[in-house]
């Protein structure tokens, strides 16, 4: 058997690793009612998600009727939080066939990385809760590094690379700001087409897109 081209492969986490929006809905949904707001319609609660959970808030305050001033977006976010950190896992899952391409990376040597823009106390919460935080290198979060370093910033990736003592990584997510990010960082990047995309597949900017987990090893093989 040939060596795998990489010995680092980062993965964004909500949308790519794990199914996560019947939970952040709800919890969304929970803050907008706390200010009379009403629910997100459900054919629009995917389009929430990317850049983390605050840019999903301010999101969701323009659809249901614009934004707040900066103390009650503040104010709301933390309800927010804590509404999500309470659930954080009632119906959060693996994608089908995720867990065995980590099983897969690892019988080759490959070890995986979380990069995120979730919040890292969250995100370690949600990995530790599925019994899946053991599996990965470091986990990296979009307030690890402080303001302005989250993705589509290379910041995270340079990082994960410097913790994992990675010299050939790989970056594998849903959206576009982690095909910008792994730009940005001079890696490449495996995209998904059954996440939480803020743009059709195709136009990720991805060396490759893929359908379903079985196809990431054979895709990273390719690059």
């Given at each position: 058997m040939s060596a795998f081209p990489f010995d680092t492969v980062g993965f964004d986490l909500d949308g790519t690793l794990v199914d996560s929006i019947r939970d952040l809905g709800p919890a969304v949904?929970?803050?907008?009612?706390?200010?009379?707001?009403?629910?997100?319609?459900?054919?629009?609660?995917?389009d929430l998600v990317g850049g983390g959970s605050r840019q999903m808030l301010e999101r969701a305050l323009d659809l249901t009727g614009g934004p707040l001033p900066t103390d009650g977006l503040e104010a709301l976010y933390a309800t927010l939080l804590d509404q999500y950190e309470a659930h954080i896992a009632?119906?959060?899952?693996?994608?089908?066939?995720?867990?065995?391409?980590?099983?897969?990376?690892?019988?080759?040597?490959?070890?995986?990385?979380?990069?995120?823009?979730?919040?890292?106390?969250?995100?370690?919460?949600?990995?530790?809760?599925?019994?899946?935080?053991?599996?990965?290198?470091t986990i990296i979060g979009g307030d690890t590094l402080g303001p302005g370093r989250a993705k589509p910033a290379p910041d995270m990736i340079v990082e994960a690379m410097a913790r994992c003592g990675s010299a050939r990584f790989a970056m594998v997510g849903d959206s576009t700001?982690?095909?910008?990010?792994?730009?940005?960082?001079?890696?490449?990047?495996?995209?998904?087409?059954?996440?939480?995309?803020?743009?059709?597949?195709?136009?990720?900017?991805?060396?490759?897109?893929?359908?379903?987990?079985?196809?990431?090893?054979?895709?990273?093989?390719r690059l």
């Open positions: 949904d929970h803050a907008l009612a706390t200010i009379g707001r009403p629910p997100v319609a459900p054919d629009r609660v995917r009632d119906h959060t899952r693996p994608y089908e066939g995720c867990l065995d391409a980590l099983d897969a990376l690892a019988a080759r040597g490959v070890a995986p990385a979380v990069v995120t823009n979730k919040n890292e106390h969250l995100a370690r919460l949600l990995l530790q809760t599925l019994g899946l935080a053991g599996r990965f290198c700001f982690d095909m910008r990010a792994a730009r940005a960082a001079g890696v490449p990047a495996v995209g998904l087409s059954f996440g939480y995309a803020d743009v059709p597949p195709e136009q990720l900017g991805a060396d490759v897109v893929i359908d379903r987990y079985d196809q990431l090893l054979p895709a990273l093989e």
